[in-house]
């Protein structure tokens, strides 16, 4: 794993840390149920951070394997969101189940980590909205695509991101392998405004 | 997070097994929420097998990482293995985000799902309602496969295809085996090629096709999609097991031995060196026997996943090595509640008699031979029998053992294992020259009788016929060739003349005996089949 990459993301997790350290420490006085919500979700984020942290360390130095089951992507994706704790309530996430097959072949654990990545990135630029879908690719693979109406991309942000994310994803598309292919992501300007975040799965 | 109230979770019944009090906990809080209240713990593989076998769960979680001695995969490897585990409970393996592949990648034994930890609420609830429509989904299959209706349950297979499109990979699969098992590999091959034209590198649908090629005698065939699946999946342990079945019916024992040997390598658990130490001893190679068979009885050492017949095995080993001496000492640490089965006390007190007469100590031989004789159940075809006559004759009762011998073939003569077993016994005892005598000769025997029966049936002199089974099963009830036989002419019987209330009762009294002594067997799912069938003829005449 890339030296330089791992320090700029344990950096980013020890200013996160501290940031609840703050609010931890503002609650010892009077403590709201607020605080309390937003000091879980600051947690459970983190956690996430450090899980996919760990994912991508683990397969620069063994490999990952995905382990592919058959399941039904409508299910899959809208357990996915119902289970998910958002940041930024004001941003409303919606699955578009147009053309969505029935059923695809994907490790349910490692892509669900790839994509609640992806979302947490696409909730840092999204203005109200983000879509997610999932189709089939023209090789017979399955693509995951998630949207948002932000301003796409090259826009400038207060805090530049550490691009765990992405070589998160990237990581785990790669884990998915079927003959000589093996998976892939991109993110993209979309036509009609905003970004959008592809994983294609052979 | 919000309690979130759900009739389907509100009556489940759960076990969390983890090491660590503070996880169990937290799971457990976690289940509350999502409206479980019916939550046990346990700490340990062994008190969690104390739980299920006294209790009926619907969920375990499980954690991967429970002790040293036994991890959450050689728990739920056991739980399968030794039929404990209903079909209806979901079985969930928590393991670590690090380790989840490799775990789960070598998994012989695969619970419902994996998951990997933290465990949130809303993951689990996600996880486990999924489950549950799973559940719901297969249930008319399951059903009809719990009644034995095999026919049925393919059936209904067809039916959840049309209804239900997103189980239909889970549903291939189920119908593709009860079609091997009512033996039509033709039928069970289209079921997989349905399976692969969805999804073209299905590893279970390539063995499915495989065992279709064993099943119709092409072993060439089923070797060679064996192989190819191996070349792309080396750790697929199942295609090594099936391998090593095709390798042993083309009479190839040494390829047997290296494809069970290899899938150790891959799963290094008690089962697997149990079934390469069975198939070393079979072939004579004593040296890799002992090391498969200690090893299995270091892994399950003081647990319950112990099996007292890796330690007879191994002693058995020992004497035939010519190491009485450890033979002795190693069935000196018998585990005390080992002695409360006769069968174990039996086969023990055989073995030891061998050892002390080779150690020259034939007043313990004798006291120990006699012991194992009135504990041996002679009309039962086991490891207890074969272990006297090999005790008898070791002792120079060559009478005593052969008679022993030709009863435990008779009792059992299509066990094609116990047949090659017996006539071991006899060429380590030197008295190769007896088999023709004594096993043929049996061998001969049972076919006479079940040909006779047959030969009535057909000159329509059908009650000679029944009374010549049952006469035969008085002095082998537990022989599952004359049992399918008995079973077949009652039905037979009945299909002729029509139902008769205590036939069906004795048929079921078949069945039953049938269902312990070859748990899943073909013939008998087809018998099973061909009971209903009479039945429900019977019924509408």
């Not at chain 2, 609830?125 to 209706?149: C, F, S, T, V, Y």
């Not at chain 2, 010519?322 to 174990?344: N, R, W």
């Not at chain 2, 002594?517 to 003829?537: A, I, Q």
Request: charged residues 25%.
């Amino acid at each position: 794993m890339d030296i330089k990459l791992a320090a700029v993301i344990v950096h980013d997790i020890k200013n996160a840390l501290g940031a609840l350290e703050g609010a931890l420490e503002e609650m010892t006085v009077q403590p709201t149920r607020e605080q309390a919500v937003a000091a879980h979700e600051t947690c459970s984020s983190l956690r996430e951070k450090l899980i996919g942290f760990l994912t991508l360390y683990k397969s620069s130095e063994q490999g990952l394997n995905a382990q592919v089951e058959a399941l039904n992507p409508e299910d899959f994706l809208s357990g996915l969101l119902r289970g998910r704790i958002s940041q930024r309530k004001d941003v409303r996430i919606s699955l578009n189940t147009t053309d969505m097959p029935v059923l695809g072949f994907f490790d349910e654990n490692l892509v669900g980590l790839a994509l609640e990545a992806a979302l947490q990135n696409a909730s840092r630029f999204a203005n109200t909205h983000i879509e997610v879908a999932c189709t089939k690719a023209e090789n017979g693979g399955l693509e995951f695509s998630i949207r948002d109406d932000g301003p796409g991309l090259g826009a400038k942000e207060e805090k530049p991101s550490t691009g765990l994310g992405m070589a998160l994803c990237s990581a785990i598309a790669q884990a998915h392998r079927k003959g000589e292919r093996r998976g892939s992501v991109s993110l993209q300007d979309h036509p009609a405004g905003g970004a959008v975040f592809t994983m294609r799965l052979p | 997070m919000a309690t979130i109230t759900n009739q389907r979770l509100a009556n489940l019944r759960s076990l969390v097994v983890d090491d660590m009090a503070s996880m169990r906990q937290n799971i457990r809080t976690q289940l509350g929420q999502l409206g479980i209240p019916h939550v046990d713990q346990a700490s340990t593989p062994d008190e969690a097998i104390r739980f299920i076998r006294n209790n009926s769960y619907d969920i375990i979680l499980c954690d991967y990482n429970l002790n040293r001695e036994t991890n959450g995969q050689q728990m739920l490897e056991f739980l399968r293995s030794q039929n404990i585990l209903p079909v209806s409970t979901m079985f969930i393996m928590v393991t670590a985000e690090t380790s989840y592949d490799l775990v789960a990648s070598a998994a012989e034994f695969q619970p419902d799902a994996y998951m990997v930890k933290p465990l949130t609420g809303g993951k689990l609830l996600e996880r486990i309602e999924r489950l549950l429509d799973k559940q719901n989904a297969l249930r008319p299959i399951m059903g009809r496969l719990n009644l034995k209706d095999v026919a049925g349950a393919v059936a209904e297979c067809d039916r959840v295809l049309q209804t239900q499109p997103k189980w239909a990979i889970d549903v291939l699969k189920l119908k593709g085996s009860a079609l091997l098992d009512l033996g039509k590999p033709e039928d069970a091959r289209k079921a997989y090629d349905m399976a692969l034209g969805v999804r073209d590198d299905l590893v279970w649908a390539k063995i499915g096709i495989a065992k279709c090629h064993q099943i119709a005698g092409e072993l060439d065939k089923a070797k060679e999609v064996v192989q190819e699946v191996l070349e792309v999946n080396a750790k697929y342990v199942v295609a090594y097991d099936l391998l090593a079945k095709v390798a042993e019916a083309q009479g190839n024992e040494q390829e047997a031995l290296d494809a069970l040997n290899r899938s150790y390598e891959v799963v290094p658990s008690a089962r697997r060196s149990r079934m390469v130490g069975d198939v070393a001893y079979r072939t004579g190679d004593l040296e890799q026997a002992r090391t498969a068979f200690d090893r299995a009885l270091t892994h399950t050492k003081g647990s319950l996943t112990a099996q007292p017949s890796d330690m007879l095995s191994l002693a058995q080993v020992h004497v035939d090595a010519g190491d009485a001496q450890s033979a002795l000492q190693l069935l000196s640490t018998a585990p005390k509640h080992y002695a409360e089965s006769d069968a174990f006390v039996a086969t023990q007190a055989a073995v030891q008699a061998q050892a002390h007469f080779k150690l020259g100590d034939f007043e313990a031989a004798e006291h120990a031979y006699n012991r194992a004789k009135t504990l041996t159940d002679t009309t039962r075809a086991d490891a207890s029998a074969l272990a006297l006559a090999k005790a008898a004759f070791t002792t120079g009762r060559d009478a005593e053992g052969a008679d022993i011998l030709a009863k435990a073939v008779r009792a059992d003569h299509e066990n094609s294992r116990l047949v090659s077993l017996a006539r071991k016994v006899l060429k380590d005892s030197g008295k190769e020259d007896m088999a023709a005598d004594i096993v043929d000769q049996a061998l001969n025997q049972v076919h006479a009788i079940v040909a006779d029966a047959n030969a009535l049936m057909r000159k329509a002199q059908f009650d000679e016929s029944l009374a010549k089974l049952e006469e035969a099963l008085q002095s082998m009830p537990e022989n599952t060739g004359v049992l399918l036989a008995a079973a077949q002419l009652h039905l037979l019987w009945m299909s002729q003349k029509g139902l008769n209330l205590d036939y069906v009762a004795r048929v079921n009294n078949y069945l039953a005996k049938l269902d312990v002594l070859m748990p899943g067997n073909e013939r008998v799912s087809k018998m099973y089949r061909f009971m209903r069938e009479t039945l429900s003829r019977a019924k509408k005449d």
